[in-house]
């Protein structure tokens, strides 16, 4: 059996701030304990709010953030284990289209040298010509045209960026793509157009995908796996009919009836409904349940002892009193 | 369901454009942003206005304000309380903005200032515009900050703007914009730079507050979720002019305009089935208005005939307060 495209195993992320004991740096644990399996055509919805820890995690997963703790896997290759050589011919098949496309392209490369340059890590000694042929071919797959080759990134639109994004990601025959806010900044209009495009890659191209959004009615859209953050940790993790059908986690659920929804009806029975409260900080984070201060279910247990994703059962959720599953 | 007759309203909009010198050399000379619309907003009624970027949303806000750029003009009519927000003085518009007119921006951090606690710039604006004293001042502050819901407010009103988490930010710029008591409050995305459930939070404050103060609202954003739970009535706006106009229960139930139903169809909701492929708008959203003969959304409507391309449709009344843009659809008489 060819082990899966991409694992996280119990990985743990921080970063280093000043002033821990002794002066000495210690570790701001940002993600924590995430454990997930992912296999080609699978696409993993990772949900959250700002500071959750979604975006770190999507970075660690590619190796560009190391694990403080646990494994990222490629293949069944722990990255940590991974030379620099390996490494890059490994990135060949796990990579990255980012939040702001316009941002992550180089202004001053023309389209087809942005998207043909991985080829030059992943496939060294092939001609120029070559080069900017699978970049055309790569752009078609994205829907581009080949004028779009000699364009630079000021004369697109934020969709047309985000293709080009896509292109570059998909020309070194990737298995696995970690998409980071892929839409957020895009017009509905748009945004539409570039999920049915990462749906017919996936398809077409037999990607798996790692979808990571604040929108949870995109991710609806798109994941056939969701996975909830909150304050670094998963908090539920199911399969995504079974998850948008009846969440478990109160804080999924308050998630799902805080995304406003274009029908009047509804929504003017959610006015009032909002939850009260923030997230609590990262810096201090409570000794029970991340969500205990914020939950209408909370009861003392919760403010005292975190609840541990139990992986008993098809609907993992890290909560003393869930909903049934 | 609300019908709102001109005569009635805080505000007429007759006619507004707005238009920008573009830099030489760009081979354009002027951008037009809003291209000649017109509107009103009823004492108390919340008016959401939705476009993608580039529809000119924001700048009808910043024109009311008298806040475009400096390359930027208004023009037209904008009939508030009896004075044309358009041809006023600067001195006379600083007695309408901050007393019966205020404005909530879409970034809260960038619209406080860093270098003065919170309380005192909240207190500023009594001082100037109603002559309280510096204590009464700082006592409306707190009062506000405390109705806003910021724990504490007697403390936090003595903190500046980054000890403030962004949804607390937002809240206080709430705070700042009704302290005033304005009559007519204009939003500018306030929430689409908060996260799910403080973007809840905000808009169940500000629907809250609309009621309790009878203030009226334009509420000017892209999300039609937001729209669909704050808004009484929608104007829909693509390239600069007003596609169609309803009360939010008429366009959400049975949007008539080709451009409104295909982002009322664009919009991700949980009720469509998972794994669908979802409906989409082809093309790019125009960015600013004129130039060309005919209806902006024509180049990328799926119902185009010849006659959109020549001819520019007017507004017309298609039903019980609502106007629709469209040839396709026959007015009603």
């Given at each position: 059996?060819?082990?899966?495209?991409?694992?996280?195993?119990?990985?743990?992320?921080?970063?280093?701030?000043?002033?821990?004991?002794?002066?000495?740096?210690?570790?701001?644990?940002?993600?924590?304990?995430?454990?997930?399996?992912?296999?080609?055509?699978?696409?993993?919805?990772?949900?959250?709010?700002?500071?959750?820890?979604?975006?770190?995690?999507?970075?660690?997963?590619?190796?560009?953030?190391?694990?403080?703790?646990?494994?990222?896997?490629?293949?069944?290759?722990?990255?940590?284990?991974?030379?620099?050589?390996?490494?890059?011919?490994?990135?060949?098949?796990?990579?990255?289209?980012?939040?702001?496309?316009?941002?992550?392209?180089d202004p001053r490369m023309t389209v087809a040298r942005s998207v043909s340059r991985p080829l030059a890590t992943f496939e060294p000694g092939l001609s120029r010509a070559a080069q900017h042929d699978r970049a055309v071919q790569a752009l078609r797959l994205v829907g581009l045209a080949p004028e779009f080759a000699a364009r630079y990134p000021h004369e697109l639109s934020g969709g047309q960026a985000q293709r080009v994004g896509i292109a570059r990601a998909i020309i070194g025959g990737p298995g696995v793509i970690v998409c980071d806010e892929p839409v957020s900044a895009l017009d509905v209009s748009i945004q539409a157009q570039v999920v049915n495009l990462l749906m017919d890659l996936r398809d077409r191209l037999g990607l798996a995908l790692v979808f990571i959004s604040h929108n949870l009615a995109v991710v609806r859209q798109i994941s056939s796996d969701v996975m909830v953050m909150c304050l670094g940790r998963a908090v539920e993790t199911a399969p995504a009919p079974a998850f948008y059908a009846a969440p478990r986690h109160p804080y999924s659920r308050a998630l799902m009836s805080a995304v406003p929804e274009p029908d009047p009806v509804t929504e003017r029975a959610r006015l009032g409904t909002s939850l009260p409260g923030e997230m609590p900080s990262i810096l201090h984070p409570p000794p029970g349940c991340v969500f205990a201060t914020r939950c209408p279910r909370a009861q003392p247990l919760c403010h005292d002892m975190r609840p541990h994703l139990t992986a008993d059962g098809p609907r993992p959720v890290a909560c003393h009193f869930p909903e049934p599953s | 369901m609300r019908l709102i007759p001109m005569t009635d309203s805080l505000l007429s909009v007759r006619d507004l454009s707005v238009r920008f010198t573009l830099p030489q050399g760009t081979g354009m000379g002027v951008g037009v942003a809003v291209d000649g619309i017109s509107f009103g907003v009823a004492p108390g009624e919340v008016l959401g206005i939705v476009g993608e970027s580039g529809s000119g949303k924001s700048q009808i806000l910043f024109a009311l304000m008298g806040l475009l750029a400096s390359n930027g003009r208004a023009t037209g009519q904008a009939l508030f309380d009896g004075q044309d927000l358009l041809a006023l003085s600067a001195p006379a518009l600083d007695r309408v903005r901050g007393v019966t007119l205020s404005m909530i921006f879409q970034d809260p951090m960038t619209s406080l200032n860093p270098y003065?606690?919170?309380?005192?710039?909240?207190?500023?604006?009594?001082?100037?515009?109603?002559?309280?004293?510096?204590?009464?001042?700082?006592?409306?502050?707190?009062?506000?900050?405390?109705?806003?819901?910021?724990?504490?407010?007697?403390?936090?009103?003595?903190?500046?703007?980054?000890?403030?988490?962004?949804?607390?930010?937002?809240?206080?710029?709430?705070?700042?914009?009704?302290?005033?008591?304005?009559?007519?409050?204009?939003?500018?995305?306030?929430?689409?730079?908060?996260?799910?459930?403080?973007?809840?939070?905000?808009?169940?404050?500000?629907?809250?507050?609309?009621?309790?103060?009878?203030?009226?609202?334009?509420?000017?954003?892209?999300?039609?979720?937001?729209?669909?739970?704050?808004?009484?009535?929608?104007?829909?706006?693509?390239?600069?002019?007003?596609?169609?106009?309803?009360?939010?229960?008429t366009l959400f139930a049975a949007p008539r305009h080709p451009y409104a139903q295909g982002l009322l169809a664009a919009t991700p909701r949980m009720a469509t089935p998972p794994g669908a492929r979802m409906t989409t708008i082809p093309g790019t959203p125009r960015s600013g208005a004129g130039g060309t003969a005919g209806c902006p959304f024509a180049p990328r409507c799926a119902a185009v005939h010849d006659r959109c391309r020549d001819e520019t449709p007017s507004l017309r009344v298609s039903g019980p307060g609502s106007r629709v843009a469209c040839h396709l659809v026959e007015g009603a008489p």
């Open positions: 059996m060819t082990p899966p495209l991409l694992q996280a195993r119990g990985l743990h992320v921080g970063y280093p701030i000043p002033g821990g004991l002794l002066g000495r740096p210690h570790l701001l644990p940002v993600v924590q304990d995430i454990t997930f399996t992912l296999q080609a055509g699978q696409v993993l919805g990772i949900v959250g709010e700002s500071g959750c820890g979604k975006s770190t995690l999507g970075r660690a997963l590619l190796g560009l953030i190391p694990a403080s703790a646990g494994q990222v896997l490629w293949q069944g290759q722990d990255l940590a284990t991974m030379n620099a050589a390996a490494l890059r011919r490994g990135r060949a098949a796990v990579q990255i289209i980012f939040q702001d496309p316009v941002a992550a392209l | 003065q606690r919170v309380g005192d710039q909240l207190a500023e604006g009594l001082r100037a515009h109603q002559g309280l004293s510096r204590g009464a001042a700082r006592d409306a502050a707190v009062a506000m900050l405390d109705r806003v819901r910021i724990p504490d407010a007697a403390t936090r009103a003595r903190h500046y703007p980054h000890q403030f988490s962004g949804g607390m930010r937002q809240r206080v710029m709430i705070a700042m914009a009704l302290l005033v008591r304005p009559k007519l409050l204009l939003a500018d995305e306030p929430t689409t730079a908060l996260d799910v459930t403080v973007q809840a939070q905000v808009i169940d404050l500000m629907a809250e507050l609309a009621a309790e103060s009878g203030a009226a609202t334009i509420f000017v954003t892209h999300d039609l979720g937001v729209v669909a739970r704050l808004c009484d009535r929608v104007i829909v706006l693509y390239g600069g002019r007003i596609m169609e106009e309803a009360p939010a229960t």
